[in-house]
């Protein structure tokens, strides 16, 4: 079924911007005629070898790609069971996939002649990454985020402060990601001539989530043909952890026609995918609803207000998740799972035992369930795990969390 | 004919133009905005704009951003605003009542079972600030055959290219969002807004309402003498958010009301 133009999995969205019945294009009259602008030059940049060869240019370059596929021995000894490769995303520049994107969208603002950047972040790595190239490139850049992730995540605040950028804090609602996405989508309604909004995920109104898949498809793609080289075949199961789902997406979509290749999203499971809703994961423990431009399944309560959810990951704290996400769900091609925090806490410190690498928690999430299928599996069933980000930025939470833990077991988290 | 349509053919026949208030549903309690929606045709109101809370309300500045968190936390929702319309109703049979908000609260409802009960409950029209003319079949194209008049927002972003887009589908008014931004931020000037409403006009003959930065007596007049009519919300709910006893709110309410009637 491969290839096939007329069953394929991989030729969404429609000119609608729907995959199936999700997605869309939900937004103020006033952004409506921005964001048909936008899809415009996407649609022109996507078949221009120029724009292509530019970013090719600066993933090489400046973003240091192809990252590494790595065969992770020790954990594959350690679980006994399937072969582990990780897709070592958390190497590239600014230590996340959200640079990947993030290029894609700037070189398109560049050719937009927009000279003013706004964007919205959660933990900050798409805040420091946007940052970032702006500062490369000369532009302005103003980041929305939640006056409670300021105070939480003061090094990347820090960070973009150094690289030029204006952290404004979000005090509307209740101060989270998805405030910031509204505070973001109210300036651009009010600065409508000049600014450019980089979206960090694979979400919001049609072209974003499909531009944003199409760039961080890099990901996939390299890992396709590197799996190929080391193994001569393709995984048998792939596997990423999804906040709104761009890393996971860019990932899975080169491989959505590869019958043979199992794919699982893995979702913030927070405390527990319980009545109280003290989790992230739209898919298992949510609804279809419409929200930041788009339909997809969302964390709502009986009236189709939004819930905040909750997950130690900040990166993964946001109630929503991409369109192409909600269609894979629908149609059963891709089947998403829910990891705890404290899983994915134990998942962070097997990581750093068995390989010396210090993840970020939002990998850490897909980390898990690797842990959980793979001791099941035979030692030929090849795994393939972005490892979509570094966890430099993540260990004070952690530390604090273990710290807590501490106060039992003399030193040592518990198992 | 609606109790929109049938509105504007009064005014009409007054040579006066239409001036709408917008209050937030349930803010800061049920009781209190149900108060002020009661006392608002007295004061000169001619279409009521009946706020539904929703948590996202991304086309709003912080004053409807706050009346809607007041709404939400006082136990407000889409169920009880509908009821508050059915109440108004039980004493006023003509004055419209067009609910304002966003799509998720009626999408998470089901599309039908809501145009039902937003017509028992006599509402006339809905403006629902999420749902562009590319998004006609969710809810426009259904509310009209249900009765209910589906008012557009036209902006000015809105060039001659996609006004008929966005023309296509609307009725009762067009709702001319006089800047670009959220609601309460720039105040509207009656100079730009002139042209672009003589824009519109030219191209439907539906009345053209505009909002979005009215706040003065002085601007609904001079706002209102370039249009069909005006919108004031923030500044109403300013008022509201003070505290102000429903009285005071609704005396603000008449002076509004007076200037556009000037207009």
Redesign the interface.
Known sequence: MANDLFNSFMNGPDE?GRFGDFG???????????ILDLEAEYEKAKTDDSFWAEMQYLWTHYVGRPSPLYFAESLTERLGGAKIYLKRDELNHTGAHKINNVLGQILLARRMGKKRIIAETGAGQHGVATATVCAKFGLKCIVYMGAHDVQRQAPNVFRMRLLGAEVIPVS??RGTL??AM?DA??DW????SDTFYCIGTAAGPHPYPAMVRDFQSIIGKEAKEQMQEAEGRLPDTIIAAIGGGSNAIGLFHPFLDDDSVRIIGVEAGGKGVNDDMEHCASLTGGRP?????N?TF?L?D?????LDGYSISAGLDYPGIGPEHSWLHEIGRAEYVAITDKEALDAFQLCCETEGIIPALEPCHALAHVAKIAPDLPKDHIICMNMCGRGDKDIYTVAKYLGFDMSDTEGRAAD | MTRIDAKFAALAEKGQKAFVSYIMGGDPDMATSLEVMKGLPAAGVDIIELGV??????????TI?LAG?RA?ESGM???KTLDMAAEFRKDDDTTPIVLMG????????GVEKFLVDAKAAGVDGLIV???????DDELCIPAQKAGLNFI????????DK?LPK?LQNTSGFVYY?SV???TG?TEAQAANVGPEVARIKAATDIPVIVGFGVNTPEKAEAIASVADGTVVGSAIVSKIAAGEPVSDVLAFVKTLADGAHRG
């Open positions: 609608k869309g294009r939900f937004v103020s009259e006033t952004l409506m005629p921005l509307s609602g998805k405030d509204n989508l109210r309604v009010t600065n409508v609803g419409v929200l930041h431009g339909r969302l709502q009986d009236d189709g207000q939004i | 809370p929703f948590t996202d309300p991304m086309a709003d500045g912080p951003q968190q939400l929702t889409l169920q966003y799509y998720n609260p009626i999408y998470n409802r600030v999420d749902l562009p003319p590319e998004e557009r927002l036209a902006t000015p972003t809105t060039d996609r966005v969002v670009t931004g959220v931020a």
